[in-house]
C-alpha cells in the first residue's frame, strides 16, 4: 500500500477509466448487450423505489434530535447538517466547493407535485440556501393522487432524492424528470425512465445522473433461460452516458442479498441481485449505517446497514460478467460484476429527516431511510467532484478501483469492516478488511475524496 508500484496502478486505473467507454461491458449468456434503436418492453418486471419505508407516517411538526429520537422512537435520526459533518464536507464548502455549474439528474415515477415547497421549507429548516428544482414531465404524467399508493410512494422518493442532492451540493441544478408509466401488467416505466436519461444525456443537461429504483435481474423476461436481452437492450441510456462522460448512480436495493419476486412483495428465497445497480456502466452505491451525536461526530465506526427494516443491497450479478475494473478484487466477485462499489448512509435506524406536504393527511417531518437516501447523497459529492474538477469525470468506477490502491489519506476511502447484509433468511455478505459485497470499497471522507477524485 503506498509502494511506487502500487502508485503506478493506481494512475494507470484512473487513466484507463477516463477513456472506457461502453466496450469494457459483457454480458453473460446467449444475449450479448446491444444498442437498442427502440424502447424494449420488460413484462412483468416490477419497477420499485429502493426507499425503506417511513416511521411516523402522520408526519411531526418539528424535527427531533438524534437524542430525541432514542429516547422517544428507539431508532437514531440525523439532519443533513450531520451528514455534512459526518461526511467531512464544510471544508469543501469553505473552499467555495458547492456543486456550482453542475447538474444532478433524478429520476422518478410521477414524481411530486409540491416537492418545490418542500424543499424550500427543508432548506429553511436547516439553513441551506433555495434553489428552484426543474420539473421535466416524460411522457403522459396523470394528475397526482394522494389516494394512491404507487403516486404517494414514488412522491416520498422524490422528496428525499431531491432534498438530500440538494443539502450536499447546494449549489448544483436539479432536474426531476417524473416519468408516467404506472406499475401494470406489461408495463414497468424502465423504457420511459431509460428514454428519458439518454434524452438529457443527449442534449448535454446531465451531469450526474441518481437512480433510487431497481428491478431483480432474475425477473427479467428470458433469465432462467440465459436470455438477457430483455435487460441488456434497455442500456442504451448507459452507453449514451460513458460516450457523453455522464456519471450513473443506482441504489443496490433495500432487502441484502436478496430482492423482490415479480409479484413486489415476496422476496426470493436465495442471493439474487438488481439492474441498473448491477450494470457496469453504472456505479452501485450500498448503505450502511452511522452512529452520531446530536453535532454529525461519529460516536462509533459506520457498519454495513441491517437493521429491523432492511439491509444494504449487494452481491453477484447473474447477468455480467466482472467488468476489468474489477480485476483487482476477482477473488471476491468471481466471474460476475459485484455491488455495490460504494456505501452511504442508509439505515432506517439513522434514518434522514425529510418535509413531505403532498399527502394531505400526513404533512410534516418523517424519517426515511434506504439506498434511496444513500445515491442522492452521493450524487450531490460527484457533483462537488465535478465541479472541483471542471468538468464531468463521467464513469466513476475506474476512478474508484484505482484510488483504492492509494493510502486512504490520499484516497478518502474509508473501509467498513464490520456488519452484514443477510436479511429475511438469506445469508448475505460480511463486510470484511478491503473490497466485499456489503459495503464495497467502503465509505468516504468527502473532502480528502473529492479532492482526489478531481485530482486537485
Given at each position: 500500500?503506498?509502494?511506487?508500484?502500487?502508485?503506478?496502478?493506481?494512475?494507470?486505473?484512473?487513466?484507463?477509466?477516463?477513456?472506457?467507454?461502453?466496450?469494457?461491458?459483457?454480458?453473460?449468456g446467449?444475449?450479448?448487450?446491444?444498442?437498442?434503436?427502440?424502447?424494449?418492453?420488460?413484462?412483468?418486471?416490477?419497477?420499485?423505489?429502493?426507499?425503506?419505508?417511513?416511521?411516523?407516517?402522520?408526519?411531526?411538526?418539528?424535527?427531533?434530535?438524534?437524542?430525541?429520537?432514542?429516547?422517544?422512537?428507539?431508532?437514531?435520526?440525523?439532519?443533513?447538517?450531520?451528514?455534512?459533518?459526518?461526511?467531512?464536507?464544510?471544508?469543501?464548502?469553505?473552499e467555495?466547493?458547492?456543486?456550482?455549474?453542475?447538474?444532478?439528474?433524478?429520476?422518478?415515477?410521477?414524481?411530486?407535485?409540491?416537492?418545490?415547497?418542500?424543499?424550500?421549507?427543508?432548506?429553511?429548516?436547516?439553513?441551506?440556501?433555495?434553489?428552484?428544482?426543474?420539473?421535466?414531465?416524460?411522457?403522459?404524467?396523470?394528475?397526482?393522487?394522494?389516494?394512491?399508493?404507487?403516486?404517494?410512494?414514488?412522491?416520498?422518493?422524490?422528496t428525499?432524492?431531491?432534498?438530500y442532492?440538494?443539502?450536499?451540493?447546494?449549489?448544483?441544478h436539479?432536474?426531476?424528470?417524473?416519468?408516467?408509466?404506472?406499475?401494470?401488467?406489461?408495463?414497468?416505466?424502465?423504457?420511459?425512465?431509460m428514454?428519458?436519461?439518454?434524452?438529457?444525456?443527449?442534449?448535454?443537461?446531465?451531469?450526474?445522473?441518481?437512480?433510487?429504483?431497481?428491478?431483480?435481474?432474475?425477473t427479467?423476461?428470458?433469465?432462467?433461460?440465459?436470455d438477457?436481452?430483455?435487460?441488456?437492450?434497455?442500456?442504451?441510456?448507459?452507453?449514451?452516458?460513458?460516450?457523453?462522460?455522464?456519471?450513473?448512480?443506482?441504489?443496490?436495493?433495500?432487502?441484502?442479498?436478496?430482492?423482490?419476486?415479480?409479484?413486489?412483495?415476496?422476496?426470493?428465497?436465495?442471493?439474487?441481485?438488481?439492474?441498473?445497480?448491477?450494470?457496469?456502466?453504472?456505479?452501485s452505491?450500498?448503505?450502511?449505517?452511522?452512529?452520531?451525536?446530536?453535532?454529525?461526530?461519529?460516536t462509533?465506526?459506520?457498519?454495513?446497514?441491517?437493521?429491523?427494516?432492511?439491509?444494504?443491497?449487494?452481491?453477484?450479478?447473474?447477468?455480467?460478467?466482472?467488468?476489468?475494473?474489477?480485476?483487482?478484487?476477482?477473488?471476491?466477485?468471481?466471474?460476475?460484476r459485484g455491488?455495490?462499489?460504494?456505501s452511504?448512509?442508509?439505515?432506517?435506524?439513522?434514518?434522514?429527516?425529510?418535509?413531505?406536504?403532498?399527502?394531505?393527511?400526513?404533512?410534516?417531518?418523517?424519517?426515511?431511510?434506504?439506498?434511496?437516501?444513500?445515491?442522492?447523497?452521493?450524487?450531490?459529492?460527484?457533483?462537488l467532484?465535478?465541479?472541483?474538477?471542471?468538468?464531468?469525470?463521467?464513469?466513476?468506477?475506474?476512478?474508484?478501483?484505482?484510488?483504492?490502491?492509494?493510502?486512504?489519506q490520499?484516497?478518502?476511502?474509508?473501509?467498513?469492516?464490520?456488519?452484514?447484509?443477510?436479511?429475511?433468511?438469506?445469508?448475505?455478505?460480511?463486510?470484511?478488511?478491503?473490497?466485499?459485497l456489503?459495503?464495497?470499497?467502503?465509505?468516504?471522507?468527502?473532502?480528502?475524496?473529492?479532492?482526489?477524485?478531481a485530482?486537485?
Amino acid at each position: 500500500m503506498g509502494s511506487p508500484r502500487t502508485l503506478r496502478r493506481a494512475l494507470a486505473l484512473l487513466a484507463v477509466g477516463a477513456t472506457a467507454l461502453a466496450a469494457g461491458t459483457v454480458s453473460t449468456g446467449s444475449g450479448a448487450a446491444t444498442t437498442a434503436t427502440t424502447a424494449p418492453s420488460a413484462a412483468g418486471v416490477h419497477v420499485r423505489p429502493a426507499s425503506a419505508g417511513r416511521v411516523n407516517a402522520a408526519g411531526r411538526t418539528a424535527p427531533l434530535t438524534t437524542s430525541q429520537c432514542v429516547s422517544e422512537l428507539g431508532i437514531h435520526c440525523y439532519s443533513p447538517l450531520q451528514y455534512r459533518e459526518a461526511y467531512h464536507l464544510n471544508p469543501l464548502y469553505q473552499e467555495g466547493v458547492t456543486g456550482k455549474g453542475r447538474t444532478i439528474v433524478i429520476v422518478d415515477s410521477f414524481g411530486s407535485p409540491t416537492i418545490q415547497h418542500d424543499l424550500e421549507v427543508f432548506d429553511k429548516q436547516w439553513g441551506l440556501p433555495d434553489t428552484q428544482v426543474e420539473i421535466m414531465k416524460w411522457g403522459n404524467v396523470p394528475p397526482f393522487d394522494p389516494t394512491n399508493p404507487d403516486h404517494t410512494g414514488w412522491a416520498g422518493e422524490a422528496t428525499l432524492d431531491v432534498e438530500y442532492a440538494h443539502a450536499i451540493a447546494p449549489d448544483a441544478h436539479i432536474i426531476l424528470v417524473e416519468t408516467g408509466v404506472a406499475e401494470t401488467e406489461g408495463t414497468t416505466g424502465l423504457p420511459e425512465m431509460m428514454d428519458a436519461e439518454q434524452a438529457l444525456i443527449r442534449s448535454g443537461r446531465a451531469d450526474v445522473i441518481s437512480q433510487s429504483f431497481g428491478a431483480t435481474e432474475n425477473t427479467f423476461p428470458g433469465f432462467d433461460k440465459g436470455d438477457f436481452r430483455s435487460l441488456t437492450d434497455l442500456r442504451y441510456a448507459f452507453k449514451e452516458a460513458a460516450a457523453h462522460d455522464v456519471t450513473v448512480l443506482a441504489s443496490s436495493g433495500d432487502a441484502g442479498a436478496t430482492d423482490y419476486q415479480q409479484n413486489g412483495a415476496d422476496l426470493y428465497p436465495y442471493r439474487v441481485n438488481s439492474w441498473p445497480s448491477s450494470d457496469p456502466l453504472v456505479t452501485s452505491v450500498g448503505g450502511t449505517q452511522l452512529t452520531l451525536d446530536d453535532a454529525g461526530k461519529r460516536t462509533a465506526p459506520d457498519k454495513v446497514w441491517h437493521d429491523a427494516y432492511g439491509a444494504g443491497g449487494g452481491g453477484e450479478s447473474g447477468v455480467f460478467e466482472r467488468p476489468l475494473y474489477q480485476a483487482g478484487v476477482a477473488k471476491v466477485t468471481g466471474n460476475h460484476r459485484g455491488t455495490p462499489d460504494i456505501s452511504m448512509s442508509a439505515a432506517v435506524d439513522g434514518g434522514a429527516w425529510t418535509y413531505e406536504s403532498y399527502d394531505p393527511t400526513r404533512v410534516g417531518w418523517h424519517l426515511t431511510g434506504g439506498t434511496s437516501e444513500a445515491a442522492p447523497i452521493f450524487s450531490g459529492v460527484v457533483a462537488l467532484a465535478d465541479q472541483l474538477a471542471g468538468r464531468r469525470l463521467g464513469q466513476l468506477n475506474w476512478r474508484l478501483y484505482g484510488l483504492d490502491l492509494l493510502p486512504q489519506q490520499w484516497s478518502g476511502l474509508v473501509d467498513v469492516t464490520t456488519g452484514d447484509n443477510s436479511w429475511d433468511g438469506v445469508t448475505g455478505y460480511r463486510a470484511t478488511r478491503g473490497y466485499d459485497l456489503a459495503s464495497g470499497l467502503g465509505t468516504i471522507d468527502a473532502h480528502r475524496f473529492v479532492h482526489a477524485l478531481a485530482g486537485r
